[in-house]
Structures are given as C-alpha cells and as structure tokens.
C-alpha cells in the first residue's frame, strides 16, 4: 500500500528543537516532491515546507522560514523537518504529503502531534 | 499569506446537492488552475478529492466535482449522502513567497 509514516512529534519547551521523520512505503520516493503541512488542534491546515526530487529546492511558509529545515535520504525513503527556536504557536499536528507536478497532495500520514509549552 | 476564504459551514439533506466556495486572488486560484480540495474526517488526515480544479484522483466518487471561475474555485457534491459529513478544504498554488496556501475549511452536515 502506498504511504507514508511520519514520527518525531512529542512535548518539547518554547525555544527546543524537534525533529521529524517521515517514511515512503510503496512508491518510487526519489520521483516525488514531500510536503510538510501542519493543523493546529480544531484549526484549519498550514503548509509548511517542500522540497524537491534531488534535495536541492526547497521552499518554505513565511512562519517556518529561518527556524526549520527540510532535507531527505532517498536511500532511507525518508524526509526529514527540523524545527528549531519553537514557539507556542508551532503546537500542531504535523503531516507529511506527497506532492508533484499536479501542485497537490495526494498521499498523507497520519500525523505526529507536537506540543510547544513550559 | 492568507488562507483563502471558504464559508465556515454547509448543509443539506441527503440526496440534495450542495457547492463550497473558495475564494482568493489572482495570485492564487484566479492566477492558477492548481485548485485542489480535501476531505477530513475527525482525527484522521485529510484525502484530496480534487486536483488542477476539476480532476478526480481514481477512486473518488463523481459525486464531488470542482470548478473554477475567476478568483472563486468551488465544490459540488451531489445526491449528499451521510458519509460525506466532514470539513473540506481548498488549497492553491500561489506566486507569493510561500508557494501553497489553504483555505479556512467548511465543515459539511447531513441533515
């Protein structure tokens, strides 16, 4: 079955760091653009940050720029996000997607909650 | 960027059909025809229902269809039936510095 796996999420102290991993299952993931959207609880959805097939484009919300990083391992089938200089407000949970030349996000995780709070 | 702009609830009765709008600018859905839409169940991931404004991914019901006209990008599910009782979400590609946006969501009830 197509999908992807995330993990990482968790409690972590305003100005902590967090990384989160995400894992491919069943499609050639070197061929994909990834995604990183998050949903603050009972709140609407927010992209985040992509990059692309080879690593070397990557894109970043206004909100996320200069705090968090994006890379991958298609080798491991894996992109990661680093999140550094965490505030309150990046309490949300964190999906990966697949996205592509259709601009859409066809494949998604299930999520890992992370929380941001003394 | 700000999230594009979708009424915050819709309903209607089962067999009935209903339209949610997203609207947004000419940098966004008017300037693109990546107008995607998603459906979300509680506690669960979102699914893309549609893509570039009108296509159906396999496996999604001809019951939802999408259209675009102008700055405003919509949603149709005809013959509403029950399991599609669920927040739904536009997102489109933008020329500003962050390349997606989303919109507000419009939780959908089956009377």
């Known amino acids: 079955e197509v999908q992807v796996v995330e993990s990482g999420g968790g409690l972590v102290q305003p100005g902590g760091s967090l990384r989160l991993s995400c894992t491919s299952f069943?499609?050639?993931?070197?061929?994909?653009?990834m995604d990183w959207v998050r949903q603050d609880p009972g709140m609407g959805l927010e992209w985040v940050a992509n990059i692309n097939q080879d690593g070397s484009v990557k894109n970043f919300a206004d909100s996320a720029r200069g705090r968090f990083a994006i890379s991958r391992d298609n080798a491991k089938n894996s992109v990661y996000l680093q999140m550094n200089s965490l505030r309150p407000e990046d309490t949300a949970v964190y999906y990966c997607a697949r996205g592509g030349k259709l601009h859409a996000f066809d494949v998604w995780g299930q999520g890992t909650l992370v929380t941001v709070s003394s | 960027q700000s999230a594009l702009t979708q009424s915050a609830s819709v309903s209607g009765s089962p067999g009935q059909s209903i339209t949610i709008s997203c609207t947004g600018t000419?940098?966004?859905?008017?300037?693109?025809?990546?107008v995607s839409w998603y459906q979300q169940y509680p506690g669960k991931a979102p699914k893309l229902m549609i893509y570039e404004v009108t296509n159906r991914p396999s496996g999604v019901s001809n019951r939802f269809s999408g259209s675009k006209s102008g700055n405003t990008a919509s949603l149709t599910i005809s013959g509403l039936q029950a399991e599609d009782e669920a927040d739904y979400y536009c997102s489109s590609y933008t020329s500003a510095s962050t390349p997606y946006v989303f919109g507000s969501g419009t939780k959908v009830t089956v009377l």
């Open positions: 000419n940098s966004d859905v008017g300037g693109y025809n990546y």
């Open positions: 069943e499609f050639t993931f070197s061929d994909f653009w």
